[in-house]
């Protein structure tokens, strides 16, 4: 057996919905990759987008809440309705276009 590292490659399988699968499929064959890389991407930039909801949170309520409301999301207390999830983003979004330029470039 291959000794584990960042760089080995896991082979894995995983089950999808039909539609889950055709919207990875299309979205692939868009931006010209395989279905794989784009499941990859997009797995990865669900780590980053977890370690930005903490910095805004931070940001807006200061670290203690922003600690336990990251807690508690992690721990899967927290619950939003698909709709409450948009709006969410949308807040969130609104909150990053309006920080000054250099604010922006500490975040990519």
Do not use: C, H
């Not at 699968?21 to 499941?39: D, H, L, Y």
């Amino acid at each position: 057996m291959a000794k584990n590292s960042k760089d080995t490659k896991a082979d894995i399988k995983i089950r999808l919905t039909e539609g889950l699968r055709s919207r990875i499929e299309r979205t692939a064959k868009q931006r010209g990759v395989s279905m794989n890389a784009e499941m990859i991407e997009r797995l990865e930039n669900s780590f980053v987008k977890q370690g930005l909801l903490k910095e805004v949170l931070t940001l807006a309520y200061g670290p203690q809440w922003a600690a336990f409301l990251s807690d508690a999301d992690a721990a899967g207390v927290l619950r939003f309705r698909e709709e409450d999830k948009e709006v969410l983003r949308k807040r969130v979004n609104a909150f990053i276009d309006a920080l000054p330029e250099k604010e922006k470039g500490k975040r990519s």
